[in-house]
């Protein structure tokens, strides 16, 4: 009998007095359950998701109250009772990211997710802690976020240290994460842009090319609007940047990455596997994006190889790879012949034969090719 007793007390779960019992405020109890965060972007260990013990979402109300202090103490001031207060209450409801709470505050703003914008929102808190450990970010790094949405990575990249600029392009977004992370505009350390992020000729907006050139290597963080992850990408590897962890549509991140994962080649997987390091990431559910999309979703991870190549020769490599893969049905040196006579004689030279069409040429030749042009 005293045998089982004991094996009964070992095995009673942890009992924790809430602060109302221990004061005499009332009775209550809860007992704390540890449970296991899991990483859903990949990189990063369990303990660094964020913590569940208790149950508490790591975006709780408290949290944002200690992170708008901390935004005013590095600004050089003390945060004012009223402006912190401020700031954790408008951040309680989509902080905890209950989806009850999310939705009456976009009705309460005349918000509702857009399809025609991409609008699946991320609303899932161990996911969202994890991103930007799994991108590798650090206190102070600046970090580029685009369709933030309503803030809920944006604040765990603020919450990371990261100085982030946010580019939305829908109006009423724009202007509810201006007012819901005002501390955070005020102290410097969040720049919000509305508008379309895409520039003209392969740039991006004006704003973030003004950005970029003040912040020479910035990082790229994103759960990405599925309509612009292209012409998005297409434009990276003519930039300089730390790195880029991005949130795709699943088909889109696979073609990516092709170059180094042996799947069909396009322009778009050679300029990058050129350019970067491209790791595709871990597989990410429907269920945690609101609405949720029809398609499956990856992360994306670029890192910049240091014998990529350099912005100029992506700018010459470019439009070959465009005009080769424009008719990848048929066979490439005859018609390179007539356009890019250069590049067809340096190809045959490298061993590229004359039935072989794009597809066939790897990225490493298409270097080859390319240093030869410039010797």
């Not at 569940?52 to 005013?72: M, P, V």
């Not at 009850?100 to 161990?126: C, M, S, T, Y």
């Not at 919450?159 to 977004?173: C, F, M």
């Not at 597989?283 to 190549?309: A, Y």
Request: aromatic share 6%.
């Amino acid at each position: 009998m005293r045998w089982f007793l004991r094996q009964f007390r070992s095995r009673r779960p942890r009992v924790e007095h809430s602060s109302h019992a221990r004061r005499g405020q009332g009775g209550g109890r809860r007992v704390s359950l540890r449970r296991r965060s899991r990483n859903l972007a990949g990189g990063a260990s369990p303990s660094a998701v964020g913590p569940r013990e208790t149950g508490r979402s790591a975006f709780s109300a408290s949290g944002h109250f200690a992170l708008a202090s901390r935004f005013a103490q590095n600004a050089g001031r003390e945060a004012p009772g009223s402006l912190a207060r401020s700031f954790a209450g408008s951040l309680a409801g989509s902080g905890k990211l209950k989806l009850g709470e999310l939705k009456a505050l976009l009705q309460a703003r005349g918000l509702a997710p857009r399809h025609h914008l991409g609008q699946n929102f991320l609303i899932d808190p161990a996911l969202l802690a994890a991103i930007p450990k799994d991108a590798g970010v650090q206190a102070g790094q600046p970090v580029m976020e685009v369709g933030p949405g309503y803030g809920a990575l944006t604040e765990s990249l603020l919450h990371a240290g990261a100085r982030v600029l946010a580019v939305e392009l829908d109006r009423g977004l724009a202007s509810w994460l201006r007012e819901r992370l005002a501390p955070a505009m005020e102290a410097g350390h969040l720049q919000v842009v509305e508008g379309d992020v895409l520039g003209d000729r392969g740039r991006f907006h004006p704003e973030v090319e003004a950005w970029w050139d003040r912040n020479q290597t910035p990082l790229v963080v994103s759960n990405l609007p599925y309509g612009i992850s292209g012409p998005f990408l297409s434009r990276l590897p003519q930039r300089s940047l730390l790195g880029a962890c991005l949130l795709l549509q699943r088909e889109m991140a696979e073609r990516a990455a092709a170059a180094t994962r042996g799947g069909a080649l396009s322009p778009l997987a050679v300029r990058l596997s050129l350019r970067f390091e491209v790791q595709l990431g871990r597989k990410v559910p429907r269920q945690v994006f609101w609405p949720r999309p029809e398609v499956e979703s990856s992360f994306l991870h670029l890192r910049p190889r240091q014998d990529g190549l350099q912005s100029a020769e992506d700018q010459a490599l470019e439009p070959v790879l465009r005009f080769a893969f424009g008719q990848r049905r048929k066979r490439l040196l005859p018609r390179l012949r007539r356009e890019f006579p250069q590049w067809a004689a340096l190809l045959e030279s490298l061993g590229v034969e004359e039935e072989w069409r794009p597809e066939k040429i790897s990225a490493k030749l298409w270097m080859q090719a390319l240093k030869g042009l410039e010797s």
